[in-house]
């Protein structure tokens, strides 16, 4: 659906966006994650025609956003950063511009009243856009998106402005989206992105550093290790963990009062029944036993600390340097980046 | 393109611009028929329209300001170029839409023209000749204002600019005759909207006038769809 190859956008000497490639095939929720000013809104606004590549190729549906512009964007429904909303107009007559404007061959009122319903609209399509709070307006312009079905949503926020309740309908909604639409979401919010994405696809100083679901990104970037505490002499403890076969690396990162101890294990596939099988043997009690994982939080900040900016977190898929649409064909939502 | 002009349309009359615009226009055009018909007691409608020249040029600018500010400013653009929906339909859209603004007004002014020709009989000629050149030149400057309006997010840079520019083709004639440079005199005659629009006003119809100012106005469609494309580049 989306192929994005060597992208790049140079504003003067700045460069928003440097050599971004990517492809999206199949239905499912995409995200975009990076920090403020990471060249989100840039690469969706480049994606919808909206500004151009100062390099590049962006093909959505096979049709290129340059040479054959109407094909690919009549494929798009795109809620920018700021909805565009007309604030002179109300709700219907508003969607109903739009609906004339993306030259929509549907039924139009009908269609119109199913959109309203489903974005939680419709007590309010009589009303006034100027006159709506955040929240609604945020919600017509989803509603804008969704109007002629396209099978390609590309949504800048599109929670900013709710409250919670309504946060969760609509994340609810872009999860049921995704069953059938190719959904490219960004969001600042990471609980969000993991709650609704299969896949994370995060930008930095307009690079694009990390590419996967969301438990691969957190795996990949630290092997796992347990936290363990044990009422147990330290250093027979600490030689008898490290016995072990399947413990790489034990220490005993803090002694505490009455006897018990701390230890930091790393592993190399599961060692937790091997701790516990050890720890019956020798009459040892385990008062805590928990894997240290990274949360998605905790990841993202290690990726957008500027570390991972030559991409080597990148998954490398084996022609390297081949078009990505023939690499994606075979692609599930879950890989598809080719990265020379 | 129907799209945006229904738009643009329901915009206009949506909000007070349009109302205050015709309104204002059609108080002064009473105004000056008053003036010639009571107060000089003559037929002479063609000096109704002469005067009304500097308001309706002054108007134009108002209407078509914020054509592109507005929709910059409040990043409504976005919609109209993520649609599938070329830059020169919503350039000619949008002119339309202001054209018919402006048409509204002038065809108001034809209501007393028909009162007076139930008593008496005005030069239909000279009537339709003046209304049809001050269509054509603010289709001209219609379109002139709209790219004002597509270069700047501001609607009173907007706004001023293009009465600028109003004011600089009202004087041109006069700077003609000023300079002694025959070639700089021609050129400005060519340029001078005046000398065309006036062949109007004395009741007749001027192919190549018509054409001058479709040219004129097809010319800075044409711009405003190229900078609209192009605003996507830098």
Not at chain 1, 45 to 52: A, E, F, K, V, W
Not at chain 1, 187 to 205: D, F, G, K, M, Q
Not at chain 2, 206 to 217: E, G, N, T
Request: hydrophobic share 45%; net charge negative.
């Amino acid at each position: 659906m989306i192929n994005v190859s060597h992208l790049s956008k140079r504003y003067g000497l700045f460069t928003a966006l440097d050599d971004i490639t990517f492809s999206v095939e199949g239905s499912g929720v995409v995200g975009f994650l990076g920090p403020n000013g990471a060249g989100k809104s840039t690469t969706m606004n480049i994606l919808t025609g909206y500004l151009s590549a100062t390099d590049g190729t962006v093909l959505i549906g096979g049709h290129n956003i340059l040479d054959e512009p109407n094909q690919a964007k009549s494929l798009i429904g795109y809620l920018p950063e700021m909805p565009p909303l007309y604030i002179d107009m109300t709700v219907r007559e508003y969607l109903s511009f739009i609906f004339d404007l993306k030259k929509i061959r549907m039924p139009k009122e009908e269609h119109i009243e199913k959109i309203c319903k489903e974005s939680g609209i419709w007590d309010v399509s009589s009303r006034l856009i100027a006159n709506l709070s955040k929240g609604y307006r945020q919600r017509v312009g989803l509603a804008q998106a969704l109007l002629g079905d396209p099978p390609l949503l590309i949504l800048d926020e599109p929670t900013v402005g709710l409250d919670p309740k309504q946060i969760i309908e609509i994340r609810n909604f872009i999860k049921e989206l995704g069953k059938e639409h190719t959904v490219l979401l960004s969001s600042h919010i990471l609980p969000e992105i993991e709650a609704t994405c299969s896949r994370i696809l995060v930008i930095n100083h307009g690079r694009l550093v990390a590419d996967g679901n969301p438990e691969s990104l957190c795996e990949n970037m630290e092997e796992p290790h347990l936290q363990l505490i044990l009422q147990a002499p330290r250093d027979e403890a600490l030689s008898a963990l490290r016995k072990l076969p399947s413990v790489k690396v034990a220490v005993c990162s803090e002694r505490r009062e009455n006897g018990t101890c701390l230890f930091s294990i790393e592993e190399k596939g599961d060692a937790r029944k091997e701790i516990f099988s050890l720890c019956k043997e020798q009459d040892w009690p385990i008062l805590e036993l928990h894997s240290h994982e990274q949360s998605l939080e905790q990841v993202f900040l290690r990726l957008t600390s500027g570390e991972y900016d030559d991409g080597h977190l990148l998954p490398k898929n084996d022609p390297p340097s081949v078009s990505s649409a023939a690499a994606d064909t075979s692609a599930d939502s879950k890989e598809g980046s080719d990265k020379e | 393109m129907k799209a945006i002009f229904k738009r643009e349309l329901n915009s206009y009359f949506h909000s007070p611009i349009a109302y205050v615009c015709i309104g204002v226009l059609l108080a002064l055009y009473g105004f000056f028929y008053y003036n010639v018909l009571l107060l000089q007691t003559s037929t002479y409608i063609s000096s109704v329209y002469s005067s009304m020249f500097l308001f309706n040029m002054l108007v134009i600018p108002i209407i078509t300001m914020r054509s592109f500010s507005e929709e910059r400013k409040n990043k409504t653009d976005q919609a109209l170029l993520t649609a599938p929906v070329g830059t020169y339909a919503i350039a000619f859209g949008k002119f339309l839409a202001a054209l018919l603004v402006f048409a509204v007004s002038l065809l108001g002014s034809l209501i007393p023209a028909f009162v007076i020709g139930i008593f008496s009989s005005p030069n239909w000629a000279i009537v339709f000749g003046n209304i049809l050149g001050t269509l054509f030149y603010g289709a001209a400057m219609i379109a002139i204002s709209m790219f004002l309006s597509s270069l700047t997010e501001n609607q009173i840079v907007a706004a001023i600019s293009s009465m600028g520019v109003a004011v600089f083709l009202m004087v041109i004639d006069q700077i003609g005759s000023i300079v002694s440079n025959s070639v700089v005199t021609q050129i400005i005659n060519w340029i001078s909207f005046n000398t065309r629009y006036k062949t109007f006003t004395s009741g007749v119809f001027d192919l190549s006038s018509l054409v001058f100012f479709l040219s004129v106005a097809a010319a800075f469609l044409f711009l405003t769809a190229r900078r609209l494309e192009g605003r996507r580049w830098n």
